[in-house]
């Protein structure tokens, strides 16, 4: 059977005027519309599903506080829902034993439907830049954490680690990367230098770039002028929030070459679940949009990838096609899975439908 979506993202480019031939619920072929092909026609913009590196929970479920393969997996269903089909799950600063047992979960969840591996966002961050991260919990990258690195890897689990460089010692970073392990920046108020540093020694990206980081000044670049200056993709909370539009624009304006962002939700349970939940000892809840603590301070995200997409087209004024590549395809190729940015071989219910104002629908094998 062949269908013909009214516009296509392929992971590459948006296009009119392509037919997709179904062999059961996979995609065997992606050609040009012929009239021949008799294809049945099918609204809105058909994209891969999007691809979310920071997810700390969703569905009501926060992986700090149930760091198990069913937490896991309730995460990854309850992004499903809103147009997310591969994710990585999110563990915060928290105690070694709490570490301990997310490792064991990503090593269970190898293979599983939408979970990609695991991001260890800390415990090796700086104090004075930790958000919400609880100060007790924080300490220099040490042996306990290299080992839990090293077995997750040798079990072939895919691992995004958040640090600041100076809470790691010369030649760590270069042991990470060794190992395979992405090496994320952030959570730091190291200066420019120091971040340039951690690069060099095969740092690999930024996390949430402006948030919790030192910032951009005129005679001090700082990790946000080091990170916009990189050739390195850089991860973004697109929610008007936790950076307004006007400096998400500048943001995308002042990179050297393209397809050096990607959109992050850094979700909270709260994303497909109840307005509240705990964290640590706080009480967190959605407040006019915002994800806040007690004190009506930022703790975390309360949004998804659809609704970054949508916000990037509407309010920041990307392309299309660019704000698509943010959520696809530059993700996809930082964790090594360029296949999730495809179309031809997939899956139906891996492909998503959007309404023109990029609102999901719904999954391709639901439209059928």
Request: charged share 20%.
């Amino acid at each position: 059977m062949w269908i013909a979506p009214a516009r296509v993202f392929d992971g590459e480019r948006l296009q009119d005027g392509l037919a997709l031939r179904l062999d059961g619920s996979r995609v065997a072929d992606v050609a040009p519309l012929d009239p021949r092909m008799e294809a049945r026609p099918v609204p809105g913009l058909l994209t891969p599903g999007y691809v979310d590196l920071q997810v700390n929970g969703g569905g009501g479920v926060l992986l700090n506080a149930d760091p198990t393969l069913e937490g896991m997996e309730a995460i990854a269903a309850a992004h499903r829902r809103l147009g997310t089909v591969a994710l990585l799950p999110t563990l915060i600063t928290d105690a070694p034993e709490v570490l301990d047992r997310a490792a064991e979960a990503a090593i269970a969840a190898r293979g599983r439907p939408g979970i990609l591996g695991l991001h260890i966002e800390g415990p090796h961050i700086s104090v004075a830049r930790r958000g919400t991260h609880a100060a007790r919990f924080i300490r220099p990258l040490d042996d306990r954490s290299l080992d839990v690195l090293r077995r997750l890897r040798a079990e072939g689990v895919t691992v995004l680690i958040t640090l600041a460089p100076e809470a790691t010692s010369p030649g760590q970073v270069a042991a990470l990367a060794a190992m395979g392990v992405i090496v994320s920046i952030g959570h730091s108020d190291a200066s420019a230098d120091q971040a340039r540093a951690a690069l060099a020694e095969g740092a690999g990206t930024f996390t949430h770039l402006f948030n919790a980081m030192s910032p951009l000044t005129h005679r001090a670049p700082g990790v946000v002028g080091a990170a916009l200056g990189s050739y390195v993709p850089v991860g973004l909370i697109c929610d008007g929030i936790h950076v307004v539009d006007e400096v998400l624009a500048l943001a995308l304006r002042a990179r050297p070459a393209p397809d050096l962002f990607y959109a992050v939700s850094d979700a909270m349970p709260t994303v497909g679940g109840p307005d509240r939940f705990r964290l640590y000892d706080m009480d967190l809840r959605v407040e006019d949009g915002k994800l806040v603590n007690p004190e009506g301070n930022l703790a975390g995200a309360h949004v998804t990838m659809a609704e970054s997409v949508a916000r990037l087209v509407a309010r920041v004024g990307v392309a299309a096609e660019t704000a698509l590549r943010m959520a696809v395809t530059v993700p996809a190729r930082l964790v090594g899975r360029p296949d999730l940015a495809a179309i031809e071989g997939r899956d139906a219910a891996d492909l998503f439908l959007l309404d023109e104002t990029f609102a999901v629908t719904g999954p391709l094998d639901r439209a059928l």
